[in-house]
């Protein structure tokens, strides 16, 4: 099966009651304009969930920024997969590296978030990503792959399971990796999905993040192994989002 296009919106710590406005917008882009041959997603801050999820267009799925490994308990100011479930949400991002760097998430945290997503039947997006230094001396590739090795749970699959990559000094900064380099990653994502998983390992979707805006979204899109964007800044504007989602309307 070929991966499911996804463009994904991680609103980050933005967004308030009024921000509602731009999903609206984002929902007259998509029912006016020529249809995208892809998901679309915005995951808003915690607050927003419940929210998004009730008044979100048909077509625009709502998912979640991160969630604890339990179901519930005493675990102050922390909230979980099945609340984020009851709240409407469907994807539920783990790993990012703005986590791992603030909260120090590591990898087998990470992964055991993951599982809870999938254990109340929500999709994971996982995500990994070099920071510069580790590209600077050649690290790229042993550092996703590692992440990807520790973060993705054994019975993570296509159906439940998206994988990002989203290397550190791209987000935020305006900076991209060449699309040579952006190949190179996803192509060894690729490769150690199916070494892991057989031939299902092909049918997973693998997002690029990090700096992706509508005059680099069709470039970056088209790039091997790239299904699809998991996007901060650009996201927060519906205008912006649906540019990126133009590389999907051909
Ligand atoms: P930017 O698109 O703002 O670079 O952020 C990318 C990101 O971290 C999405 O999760």
New binding site residues.
């Given amino acids: 099966m070929k991966p499911t296009a996804l463009v994904a919106g991680?609103w980050k710590m933005n967004g308030l009651a009024a921000s509602q406005a731009e999903l609206e917008a984002l929902g007259t882009y998509l029912s006016d304009g020529a249809p995208a041959d892809c998901d679309v997603l915005i995951c808003p801050p915690f607050t927003l969930v419940a929210a998004f999820a009730a008044n979100a267009a048909d077509g625009i799925a709502v998912g979640a920024q991160d969630c604890h490994t339990n179901t519930s308990g005493a675990h102050t100011g922390d909230i979980s997969a099945e609340m984020l479930k009851d709240a409407g949400a469907t994807y539920v991002i783990v790993g990012?590296s703005e986590r791992r760097a603030d909260h120090g998430e590591g990898d087998s945290l990470v992964k055991a978030k993951a599982e809870a997503v999938h254990g109340q039947g929500m999709k994971a997006i996982v995500c990994v990503g070099e920071t510069e230094a580790e590209r600077d001396a050649g690290n790229t590739l042993d550092i996703v792959l590692g992440q990807l090795a520790g973060s993705l749970p054994d019975a993570a699959t296509a159906a439940n399971t998206v994988v990002a990559y989203?290397p550190v000094w791209?987000?935020?900064t305006g900076r991209t990796p060449t699309v040579e380099d952006v190949a190179e990653v996803h192509t060894a994502i690729r490769s150690a999905l199916v070494a892991r998983f057989g031939e299902a390992g092909n049918s997973f979707s693998i997002l690029y993040?990090?700096?992706?805006k509508p005059s680099n979204a069709d470039e970056l899109m088209n790039a091997a192994n790239v299904n699809g964007a998991?996007?901060?800044?650009?996201s927060l504007k519906a205008s912006d989002f649906n540019g990126i989602i133009d590389a999907y309307r051909k």
Avoid at 209 to 212: D, F, I, K, L, R
């Fill in positions: 991680n990012h989203e791209a987000i935020g993040g990090g700096s992706v998991l996007v901060g800044g650009a």
